[in-house]
Nanobody, 121 residues
Framework: QVQLVESGGGLVQAGGSLRLSCAAS??????MGWFRQPPGKEREFVAS????????YYADSVKGRFTISRANGKNTVYLQMNSLQHEDTAVYYC????????????????WGQGTQVTVSS
């Protein structure tokens, strides 16, 4: 069983920045991803990164504004969010996939509890 702990959410004004963190238990290097669920909407893909950090994928809506990264040799990933917009308001979830990286929610095996990000306009 892999456990994930997310942190870094909060309230920010439009145009501001936040950095989310997620630490997963386990020694193997997992592919990890960030997903979000806006109010009243379905959960959607945001970004993912491979176990080595060599492959990264982004949703079109966040490209150029968000950056996913991971600590070397650790199952700790970060999501740097810049130029935040009201539309980025959501609960953000971190997830682990025990195989290669993916943009599909159904491919992920373990999920964090979520952290709220609210962007005021």
């Amino acid at each position: 069983q892999v456990q994930l702990v997310e942190s870094g959410g909060g309230l920010v004004q439009a145009g501001g920045s936040l950095r989310l963190s997620c630490a997963a238990s386990g020694r193997a290097l997992y592919a990890m991803g960030w997903f979000r669920q806006p109010p009243g909407k379905e959960r959607e893909f945001v970004a993912s990164i491979s176990g080595t950090g060599g492959s990264r994928y982004y949703a079109d809506s966040v490209k150029g504004r968000f950056t996913i990264s991971r600590a070397n040799g650790k199952n700790t990933v970060y999501l740097q969010m810049n130029s935040l917009q009201h539309e980025d308001t959501a609960v953000y979830y971190c997830a682990v996939r025990q195989l290669g990286t993916s943009i599909l929610q159904s491919d992920y095996n373990y999920w964090g509890q979520g952290t709220q990000v609210t962007v005021s306009s």
